[in-house]
């Protein structure tokens, strides 16, 4: 089990560099000289040489990407053009408020996905069934900001339950969380429901239904621990749409997290900050990934005998 | 005689016409087509549709609640929010083809280059397939719209960049299922060409799942798109995308929460309509189905 872990984390090596060629790539590719995105466009030749000099844009591409990298692993990250602060150090500010509502939103939204999508596959094709998967499908046809919005206007505004926005408190979570748990519940639900239809499937139910035992003792002395292997691996899946989804609710509920600042950065051309984001929120989730998948691997018998 | 005349083949027994019965049995489904039907439309013949022209401003009329005369009430500018929607319907839909459409053509070549070559050809594209999936669609289109600025054509572009890869996924499975069969082996036999085979040959027989998966990646196309919009990432003003509508709503949430609500229903409705007739479509093309 220790040697599945270890060889997991090495093919994580090529995967995390491929990221950050992706996002060095990131400025250079962008339309004009990446020197325009630094210095604005009324300064002299020399002073543009000497500033691109002093960022080191001015030897070959690869040296710069060696550098760029050599500087990730120390942490430096760059600064940032409009704050004039160490990337790292805003991003350590925020990651916490980005990591906390992704991490609610996904207890949430397991909360929710999963005594539902079991109920479903248990009893499937009766009323139970078709009104969740029913309600499923409206959900997963919601953009998570739009329904963040409707739950803010009804919530904090008409019935003054929670607050309209900012971070601190757990009501301060719960509005945001909400959004995404839900919307995320309703695609893991159905994913859950299939899981667990597979696994009813399989002889040892029908072995256990032969011997007699009550359905509800055969759902829950074998089909729901062999369920829950795959659904562990949803976890892993979801770990990226969740925070693909908090970067809008977090501007849809002002919480000063990465996706604002990533979002803010991008509209006002604060390209070190984007970088320094992108790859700090890759990096979780590709981590998240991995976590799910040792997470698995503990899990399922069958991977501890190799 | 009537063996005789059902020795025959009847027109209705046609697998098309097979797939349209089972097709439209399904209620969902019918549904579904009604709602896209509806949406279609709107976006073609939205100049007639519309009551007014969508960057018609009206200022004493601002911020009006839904109305006979402005059936989802009017925005900060007093433009006639229902207009407004049926424009958008336009920006949806070219996105949403439009974007799907480049995934298709880069999915369906990546795709049967792969499953058909195979060896290291193959390697390398799923390598390429597992990066493009890894990223978070959103995430993914946030940063290639930092690089290419906003427009329709780059969000178009930047939602390809992701959604490709589910489209090179299932190719390359229905390739590498294909190739092995006999028809192919003989059509190589008879000495056609490698391109012949793929194009004339396996393509034809690989295309099902694709249609059933197209039906399915265009709302979620449709669904980046308003979120890019509303970040304002997206279509630029005064061109409205129901992304747009609610993100100017979003600074009158309050006081006017019709602009930010009418959006996202139709929003919700449209893909609710494509998820419902690609289910339907995928029911109907199962061959396991088929009694």
Known sequence: MLRYAIKRIFLLIPILLGMTVIVFSMLHLAPGDPIDLVVGPNVTPEVRENIRHQYGLDRPVAIQYVSFVKRLLRGDLGQSILQHKPVAEIILEKFPVTLELGLTS???????????????????????????????????????????????????????????????????????????????????????????LEVIRQDYIRTAHSKGLSEKAVINRHALKNALIPIITLLGLRIGWIMGGSVVVEIVFTRPGLGRMMVEAILSRDYPVVQGGMVVLTAAIILGNLLADVLYAVVDPRIKLR | MEQVAQAV??????????????????????FGVIILSLMLLCAVFAPWLALSDYARQDLPSMLQAPSWGHPFGTDEFGRDIFSRIVYGARVSLVVGFLAVGISLAIGLLLGSLAGYFGGFVDHGICALIDIAWAFPMTLLAI?????????????????????????????????????????????????????????????????????????????????????????????????????????????????????????????????????????????????????
């Open chain 1, 106 to 196: 996904l207890v949430i939204s397991f909360l929710i996905a999963v005594p539902i999508g079991i109920k479903a596959a248990v009893k499937r094709n009766t009323v139970t069934d078709y009104a969740s998967m029913s309600l499923s499908l409206v959900g997963m046809s919601m953009p998570t900001f739009w329904f963040g919005l409707m739950l803010l206007y009804l919530f904090a505004y008409k019935l003054r339950l929670f607050p309209i926005s900012g971070y601190g408190t757990w009501r301060h979570l719960f509005l945001p969380a909400l959004a995404i748990g839900i919307t995320d519940a309703a695609l893991t639900a159905r994913m859950v429901r299939s899981s667990m």
């Open chain 2, 9 to 30: 083949p009847d027109k209705s027994d046609s697998g098309f016409s097979e797939f349209k019965r089972r097709l439209f049995r399904n209620r969902a489904a019918i």
């Open chain 2, 143 to 291: 940063a290639i719209i930092a690089i290419l600025g906003p427009s329709l054509f780059n969000v178009c572009l930047a939602i390809a960049a992701s959604s490709w890869a589910a489209f090179a996924r299932i190719v390359r499975g229905q390739f590498l299922s294909l190739k092995s069969q006999e028809f192919v082996e003989a059509a190589r036999i008879l000495g056609f060409s490698d391109g012949r085979i793929i194009l004339r040959h396996i393509f034809p027989n690989a295309i099902a799942p694709v249609v059933v998966l197209t039906t399915l990646e265009v709302p979620k196309a449709i669904i980046v798109e308003a979120t890019l919009s509303f970040l304002g990432l997206g279509v630029q003003p005064p061109i409205p995308s129901w992304g747009s509508i609610m993100s100017s709503g979003r600074s009158f949430l309050f006081e006017a929460p019709w602009i930010t609500l009418f959006p996202g229903l139709m929003i919700v409705l449209v893909v609710m309509g494509f998820n419902l007739f690609g289910d339907a479509l995928r029911d109907s093309l199962d061959p396991r189905l088929r009694n």
